[in-house]
């Protein structure tokens, strides 16, 4: 299929022949290593674009300098790199003036003046092609540029935000949220229109934010995994067990293991009392450590997430509120490992309940597949078949970068005419 764009011929999405771009990529957290979703996308997106480009990147790193084995990790992929320091205190002071400002608090927080002064240092020095910012807390640095950009967005913040507050039952977490939905509404329609194209993760998330502003461009970029490295076991006699995973000092993760050690898994001993319970992640919260007990336990900062997904029964997931994509799920699914979880906890992954995993609405329903499971061996095997196939087929890192490309794609033509290169720029 051949499409003419500017008087400029492409086949099937891609532009050929190319040549490399400078471009100037934006993060708030320093990609490496490899946990938690933001970290994992942003470095195998970078890793990709370095491969043919000129890559200049500017990340924070929380609290203090990256350590010398998270620099090589970026720095050994080509990558010219910037780290600024994120203060959390300075930062925290900065929310409080958000409250005066009117900036969203997850904007605020990483509205500052170092990251600025460098990212307005390197648009002097050089002349980008192109700049990306990786989730809107880094749009505000280049929004006025005058150079092609794209905002990896992820998730509907907004959506996100008016999800979470619905599931609250903590005062202070609705309050916070409620803030937050107020600003967002106002904040993330307004910051789209500075993007030539927004990619967020799962078609509900482009709906969402194309009621807030209809007149922006919004692509799909969903996200991958690294199929070698969580790979499947498909022998259900050598797995047993409830396993979740994530960061455990996120709010939202803390209410899930709060509820499955709390108020599922009482209910699910009494029909099986040897299962047991396996909490997976970095940075536990006391909360989530005082769940141990004989059945359940924790286990933080493990080097290999894979092991444990490799090894588990079921990955629970009684998820809640929210946007985008749950990686986690995406990762249990590579691995082999069954899943049970709710209709938000699956979105943006194009499963069929039943078939690739198990969904629950309720409590009643969620704990009814889950004891279905632990007593049928073979229909996890077959879901957790089913299940990688999917991943394999929609969320390869190769098939993302595919998409990816094409995106870019749409922003440039190059072409060869009397041997001389010109680029257009498509606004």
Known sequence: MQTVLNGKSHTNGVYHHRKPLDILFLTPRFPFPLYGGDRIKSYHLLKHLAHRNNVTLVTFNHRRLPSPEQLAAIRDLGIELHTIVLNPVKAGMRCVASMINGKPLEIAFYNQPEFANVVDQLCRERQFDLGISFFMRTAEYIKYKSFPK????????????????????SVKQKLIRWWEVKKLREYEPDV???????????????????????????????????????????????????????????????????????????????????????????????LVNKLQNDHIKVYPNVPRMQDYMQSAAIFLHPHQGGSGIQNKILQAMACACPVVTTPTGIQGIPVEHGRDVLIGTTDEEIIAHVLFLLRNPHERDRLARNAREIVERYHSWESIYKSFDSIIDELFIETDHHNHDARYYKK
């Open 150 to 169: 794209i905002l990896i967005a992820e998730d509907c913040r907004t959506m996100y935000q008016s999800r979470s507050y619905e599931a609250s039952d």
């Open 192 to 286: 789209t229109r500075y993007f030539d194209i927004t990619t967020l993760v799962t078609h509900d998330d482009i709906e969402g934010m194309r009621k807030q502003n209809p007149a922006a461009q919004y692509r799909l970029l969903t996200n991958g995994v690294e199929l070698d490295t969580f790979a499947p076991n498909y022998n259900q006699e050598q797995r047993s067990g409830l396993l979740f995973s994530g960061k455990l000092d996120v709010w939202a993760n803390e209410m899930m293991v709060k509820k499955i050690a709390n108020e599922l898994m009482p209910i699910i001993q009494k029909e099986i009392p040897s299962v047991t319970f396996s909490i997976v992640g970095t940075s536990p919260s006391s």
